[in-house]
T-cell receptor, first 110, second 112 residues
């Protein structure tokens, strides 16, 4: 089966650091992706992990532990424009399709 | 490079009707996937096309179908619309099947 869990909502303050967790139980694994989706807009690609460890890209970093079925997205120096939903997705090695988590709605407060 | 485009952006239909949505991928991208997004179910995979062939299909009824043309453009059709089909339908393209997907703006379908 395929199951991906993320917290539903999170709130943080401008300038702070926030960590959004994602746990997954999927039949096969071929990479974990993070997408950002602003209300009413399409998801945009943020990061990709296929090996264990941390991938850093500017203010955003993503971590993966395949043995634990766990990933997190770290957002530093939060800005108001970071208020959005963050989607965790796992790609299946069989059909190459993506299974998306429910998304975490992040609100950044002044 | 132009991004993924989807038409129409908004659509209102009534139960029992059918609808066709269109997706033009980023130039050079050969893989096109379709997703349904609703507040309750999140993003759910519908199907994937690569080189005009359906390579993968999600758990949706046969009322949902699609196709891909030789220029990689794709269409999705939903027949006998139900109220529960109201959703944002997103198309995503990638250069190849193993690459990162890039999403279009979506078509917001409302079924009355």
């Amino acid at each position: 089966g395929q199951n991906i869990d993320q917290p539903t909502e999170m709130t943080a303050t401008e300038g702070a650091i926030v960590q959004i967790n994602c746990t997954y139980q999927t039949s096969g694994f071929n990479g974990l992706f993070w997408y950002q989706q602003h209300a009413g807009e399409a998801p945009t690609f943020l990061s990709y992990n296929v090996l264990d460890g941390l991938e850093e890209k500017g203010r955003f970093s993503s971590f993966l532990s395949r043995s634990k079925g766990y990933s997190y997205l770290l957002l530093k120096e939060l800005q108001m424009k970071d208020s959005a939903s963050y989607l965790c997705a796992v790609r299946s090695p069989y059909g190459q399709n993506f299974v998306f988590g429910p998304g975490t709605r992040l609100s950044v407060l002044p | 490079k132009a991004g993924v485009t989807q038409t129409p952006r908004y659509l209102i239909k009534t139960r029992g009707q059918q609808v066709t949505l269109s997706c033009s991928p980023i130039s050079g991208h050969r893989s096109v996937s379709w997703y349904q997004q609703t507040p309750g179910q999140g993003l759910q995979f519908l199907f994937e096309y690569f080189s005009e062939t359906q390579r993968n299909k999600g758990n949706f009824p046969g009322r949902f179908s699609g196709r891909q043309f030789s220029n990689s453009r794709s269409e999705m059709n939903v027949s006998t619309l139900e109220l529960g089909d109201s959703a944002l339908y997103l198309c995503a393209s990638s250069p190849d099947r193993t690459d990162t997907q890039y999403f279009g703006p979506g078509t917001r379908l409302t079924v009355l």
